[in-house]
């Protein structure tokens, strides 16, 4: 016999750890939480410098890019977290909100709701920020955001370097103002990552009314009649929801399973011999993602945390984080950065920046072997977009990913004036002492040319993916702005998928507010009290 609950939520993520806790406060509605991936009782889930660890492989997916036709056929390792907590248990901890004008250009497209001022309660909520309760900041929320433990003085030399540039401090950049360079805060209590996980799921366990189930991966939505009724498993077990079921995937895996149940461009569904239940066509369009950049330079002393990566300065760092919550392992490595302008006409900062205090911490980026420091550049809002789709049937197949990175000459021009940028603060005289020379890109490339060719093979994905199952209210819209899924009935979708532009900034905040939002429209609709 199958299994029926009231909400069956698939994704146990950012949005869905919101989501599920949430809509459990009420003991009279049953939610069950599916996650493909395993618990997060690795202790580097839970160690801030476990990130390093995370970018190379663990918990996730293992997925890559198809081909980019626009960068020389680069193909990007493209993260994606198979884990409880899902990006939140994975990520570098940056709490990050965008813009207020990117929540208010989506309510000026017609998605009521979604302004900056009725988005900003939900951000509130979530909180628990050990630095500020005000106008924009909560406390006694389940997400911990702190101020970073264990920065390093190469850090203020950054500030004063990008300060001789005209670029301010700014204390708060989730505050009145974004622009600036700043240390960001972090989801972090007490020195220790705080996922959606850890901060919603973790105190909950004990709800008789809340299931999770780690290690399930669905197959496809059952869909009868119009209706979302459930989920087959991949081992051929059926779940049943009476009121919803809801989607919560992230912008790549949210829509592969949409098209793995036969809902999406029914041309595509039938050249990979999947039957076409509902043919939506912006299923898997829409893809957004920040393609990252970085400059890295030599160090002329340990000023930063490089000399860690040998086994007993390791050992040593783990000691004294065990006795004091402090130093490296206390770090999630990129806590500082900033918001800025490449472009002058632009309505607000359009690129941001990732201080690494070390090299090779990500898949991919060159090491330093006498240590290091590197700069990260991103442009935040680019006009290329892509797909996700599938490669086939089988859903034991990765799905193919193009974000189309550089399809537009202005992301190209952008991307290519923010990495110059990066090189302008770190050529600074304030970090003359601790920069002994740039690496990469180094003195020999001048010319725009050189810059894209060097971009093409050393760059990498952001992981701020958006815009798969987009939200509007046009006829070709996935969801419409109480985040129903147009066409099908109790099919919900709430994760990034279904932002209907990308951010200015790193995503999983929002993705946070997504499932707080959701959580109230969904009671709501249902006569649940909130």
Known sequence: MSETFDFIIIGGGSAGSALAARLSEDPAV?????????????PFYHVPA???????????????????????????????????????????????????????????????????????????????????????HGQGGPLGVSKPRAPLPICEAYFEAAAKLGIPRNDDVTGAEQEGVCFYQLTQRDARRSSAAMAYLAPNRDRRNLTVRTGVQVRRLIIEGGRARGVELVDGGRLLADREVILSCGAIGTPRLLQLSGIGPADHLESVGVETVFDAPEVGANLQDHLDLYCICEVTGPHTYDRYAKPWNSVLAGLRYLLTRDGPVASSLFETGGFWYV???????????HL??????????????????TLNSCYLRPRSRGTVRLASADPKDAPLIDPNYLADPNDREMSIRGLKLTQEILSQKPLEPYIRQERLPGPEVKTDEEYFAFICEHSKTSHHCAGTCRMGIDERAVVDPRLRFNGIEGLRVVDNSIMPNVISSNTNAAAIMIGEKASDMIRQDHGIAT
């Open 30 to 42: 049953n939610v069950l939480l599916l996650e493909a991936g395993g618990s997060d009782r690795n």
């Open 356 to 373: 690494g205090l070390g090299t090779g911490i990500e898949k991919g980026v060159a090491a330093m072997p006498d240590g290091g420091v």
């Open 50 to 136: 476990g990130f390093a660890k995370m970018t190379k492989g663990m918990g996730s997916w293992g997925w890559s890019s198809v081909p980019q036709k626009h960068m020389r056929g680069r193909v990007f390792n493209y993260t994606q977290a198979k884990v409880i907590g899902g990006g939140s248990a994975i990520n570098a901890q940056i709490y990050t909100r965008g813009n207020a004008l990117d929540y208010d250009e989506w309510r000026q497209k017609g998605c009521e709701g979604w302004s900056y001022a009725e988005v900003l309660p939900y951000f509130k909520r979530a909180e628990d920020n050990d630095t500020y309760d005000n106008a924009y």
């Open 343 to 353: 472009d002058e006409n632009a309505r607000s900062p359009d690129i941001q920046f």
